[in-house]
Structures are given as C-alpha cells and as structure tokens.
C-alpha cells in the first residue's frame, strides 16, 4: 500500500467502512439543463458501487497554494482509500479550477451536478465562492462540503451545505485569548482586505472579541485583495504604536502586510486569521514571520499518532509537510466515503442524511461532530511562527 502504514488505516476506518476513488481533472464549464432524476451513480459492478464527487478548488491565479493543498489531501485520501477498499465503494473525482473567481465556481458546480452527475461536491475553496455557488448546489438537492469556508452563515444557505472548516467565529478568539490574556496587553488595531468575504468576516470577528476583552480600538485600515503596497496604512498604525495588531487576510497580501510591519519597525504582537495557515507565509514574509500568531484545527508539528502517520505519508507522495487544507481535504474525502456506504448507494438525498448524522468522526485535524445546523463541533489549535514553521503556543 503506497505511502500509508496499517495503523494509520486501522485508526481512520476505525468501526465504519469506507471507500475507494480515481481522480480526472477538468476546467470550468458553463451552466447545464437540470438532470430529471437524482440518480448521481454510474452503472455498479456486483458487490461494488461508484461514486463520482466533484472539486471545485483554486488550482490556478494568486490564491493557489490553497486549492493545491487540497487537491493534494483529496489525492492521498483517494489513493488510501482506493486501495483498503476494493470491492466496496469506488469514488471518482472530478476536479474544477475556480482561479478564485465567484462566477467560476458557479459555472464549475452547475457543470458537476447537471452535466456530470456527481453525488457530491467538496469546495469551493473560499468563503465568498461558497456563499455564491452553493445555493446552486442546494437548489439541485446535492451534498455540498466545505473544506476552508470559515465565514459566518454558510450552512444558513441551506440543508445540502456542510463544512468541516471551523468557523472565525471559533478560530479567531481562540487565537486571541491564547495570545492576549495574562500579557497585560491594551490596545489593537486592525488591518483587513475589505474586498473579500472571509477577510472582512474575520476582523469583524477580532473586532467583536476584542471589545469583549476590553481592548482599546486604536483604528482600523483596510487594503483591497491585489495590492502590493501597504506603506501607507501601516505608517498610521505604526504611529497608533498599538500593543496587538490583528490581521484578517489571505495568505498572499496578508504576507506582504506582517512583512511591511516589521521593515517599519512596528513591534506589536501580531494575531492573524484562518488565512494564513500556509506555509507560502514563509516564502512571503520570510524571518518577518516569527512570532506570528493563529489558530488552525490542524498541526504538523502536533504529537499524536495519527496526525504524525498522514504527516509522514503525505511527506513520501509530495516532498513537503500538509497544512491545515491539506488536513481538512483529506478528512473530507474520509467523512464522505463513510457516509456513502453508510447510504449504501450513490444517491444525492441518501448521502446527505448520512453527513448529517456525523458524529465524533477521528480525522487527523481532530475529532468532529456536525450540530443540527450542519455546523462543524470542534477546537482549534493556537500556533506560532518559529524558524519557518508553525509550532504550538506556548
């Protein structure tokens, strides 16, 4: 068995069956007639049924390290599953490239579900894609799963929605708390892309905790998803000298701003978003940094079994260490070939019975439950920016 040992297997099928996959690839397409039934499986073997599940990530443009983390964690789960379950379940992927952009992923999930019939989709990859295309997916009665969706509301769009991404709701104060209590700090200020839907969320999210904290609002500045240079709103905030500042970005722009602070000698603690838990922060800010702090559900570093087990295999097939939407890709793919054979079949309604029913699934970013809104039950990890890589606070 390629790049996984018995343990890990043992520990991730655990009690329940599960599944096996192949994988395609694709680019988007634009919208198709409605199928007339909700039959979503190719014809089945004997003993044997298909599941062909679509994903919608980033795979291409400013905001790829994302989707090819996840595309890669889809990939390995597929291979291990594939292989531990043959005669079973055979899960088909088919891959869509999104490049970040909302009408993309619309197109990509009308594609999947009326012109290739899938069972399921996993993605998009961000927030303000999901809000867009998942109505899509819920209108059509298709499972829909988010992987990196961390905006508030996104299981509201409806009962096909789920995510196994915990909310900033629950990440961001996490961080905070972690960081800032006990430290006898006062003041923040607050530095956001206001042209992004999960940037925007999440600082109104460390706004919101900071408030609870008793911490001064010193100001707030905002960028737009693009931009290169923020001199401008970080020489305010140097001159503001605040003891935290919070950062609600994605990986690339948020980068360049934790790396302009510090060339302009801005000293602050530095808390930031989901957004950041990618190792290209490192290749973007370099040593600038250390010492940056956030919250992930999922950690390389982390000592325990399991985690190191898919650390290890995922190191053999890709040469480099998974991050967080590694993590979640991979645990994805578990929860929704566990759900297939608990269905029992390839069928659109069946499946998302079964993924409502999720309960304490042991997957390598920790232990998951969904509540009666499909939202994800679990805890977040603070980690910190040490010598190229993220460690637990301590």
């Known amino acids: 068995m390629k790049g996984i040992t018995k343990s890990l297997l043992s520990a991730l099928l ?12 694709s680019t988007p397409s634009g919208t198709a007639e409605t199928p007339e039934t909700n039959t979503a499986a190719p014809a089945e073997s004997a003993g044997e ?30 291979e291990e599953l594939n ?11 088919q891959y869509e490239d999104t490049g970040g952009k909302k009408e993309s992923a619309i197109n990509a999930v009308n594609k999947l579900i009326n012109q290739d019939n899938v069972v399921a989709i996993i993605g998009p990859t961000l927030s303000g ?9 819920n209108e059509a009665e298709t499972p829909i799963f988010g992987i990196s969706n961390t905006v508030e509301g996104i299981n509201d769009i409806g009962e096909y929605v789920f995510r196994n991404s915990l909310p ?16 006898g700090y006062k003041t923040a200020a607050f530095i956001y892309a206001e042209n992004d839907d999960f940037s925007v969320s999440g600082f109104q999210t460390m706004k919101a905790t900071a408030e609870k904290m008793g911490l001064e609002n010193l100001g707030e500045t905002t960028f737009s998803i693009g931009d290169v240079d923020f001199s401008a709103q ?40 989901n957004g950041f838990n990618n190792p290209k922060v490192f290749e973007i800010a370099g040593p600038a940094a250390e010492g940056l702090i956030v919250a992930t559900p999922f950690s390389p570093e982390k000592q325990d079994e399991k985690v190191q087990n898919f650390v290890k295999a995922f190191e053999a097939k890709y040469g ?7 993590a979640q890709a991979y645990d994805s793919l578990y929860i929704m070939s566990q ?27 920790g232990k998951l439950s969904f509540d009666e809104g499909r939202n994800p039950i679990g805890e977040a990890v603070v980690v910190e920016a040490k010598d190229g890589k993220f460690v637990p606070f301590e």
């Open 83 to 93: 292989e531990a379950n043959k005669g079973k379940l055979k899960i088909e992927i």
């Open 339 to 365: 759900s297939l054979l608990g269905a029992g079949k390839a069928d659109r309604n069946a499946l998302r019975d079964e993924l409502a029913k999720l309960k304490d699934f042991e997957g390598v970013s």
């Open 234 to 273: 970080l020489t305010k905030i140097k001159q503001l000298n605040p003891d935290v500042l919070l950062v609600s970005a994605l990986y690339k722009e948020g980068s360049m701003v934790v790396k302009k602070a510090r060339e302009l000698g801005i000293n602050s603690v530095i808390v930031g978003g």
């Open 320 to 326: 480099s260490k998974p991050d967080q939407f590694a």
């Open 129 to 137: 894609e999901m809000l867009a295309a998942g109505p899509v997916a």
């Open 168 to 183: 900033e709701s629950i990440a961001v104060p996490t961080a905070m708390k972690k960081a800032i209590e006990n430290k």
């Open 49 to 78: 049924f298909t599941a062909k599940i679509g994903g919608v990530f980033i795979l291409s443009g400013s905001s790829a390290a994302y989707g090819e983390a996840q595309k890669k964690g889809l990939d390995l789960a597929l």
């Open 14 to 25: 655990g009690t329940s069956l599960l599944v096996g996959c192949s994988s395609g690839a």
